[in-house]
């Protein structure tokens, strides 16, 4: 079984940056790929960012692109998201799952929660001022 634990989450002010860190002692990391998802208070889980197994490819929502980068370091076995500009709207309950799947290209988010087979406790991020 894959274990998921992210960090990183906290209280910043509107504007400013954190990084969320989702990692694993798995040894087969490198063959997943990586969904950043998150469920706001009264709102449905929304998948927001992906990254390919080799980290070669990345996607991201429209509420958060241009904003959010998602980063895989294989050797730390750790996959990152930067957020930037953070908006009260971000404030959510972040999560990451793995997924081992078809091809290494594969990177998906919206609607594919169900294909991910691994998940994280969650990290809380709030965002006010």
């Known amino acids: 079984q894959l274990q998921l634990a992210e960090t990183g989450g906290g209280l910043v002010q509107p504007g400013e940056s954190l990084t969320l860190s989702c990692a694993t002692s798995a040894v087969t990391f490198d063959l997943y790929a990586i969904g950043w998802f998150r469920r706001a208070p009264g709102k449905e889980r929304e998948g927001i960012s992906c990254?390919?197994?080799?980290?070669?490819?990345?996607d991201y929502a429209d509420s958060v692109k241009g904003r959010f980068t998602v980063t895989k370091d294989t050797a730390k076995k750790t996959v990152y998201l930067q957020m930037n500009r953070l908006k009260p709207e971000d404030t959510a309950n972040y999560y990451c799952?793995?997924?081992?799947?078809?091809?290494?290209?594969?990177?998906?988010?919206?609607?594919?929660?169900?294909?991910?087979?691994?998940w994280g406790q969650g990290t809380q991020v709030t965002v006010s001022s």
């Open positions: 799952a793995a997924v081992w799947p078809i091809s290494g290209s594969w990177c998906q988010y919206s609607g594919a929660a169900s294909e991910y087979d691994h």
């Open positions: 990254i390919s197994s080799g980290g070669s490819v990345t």
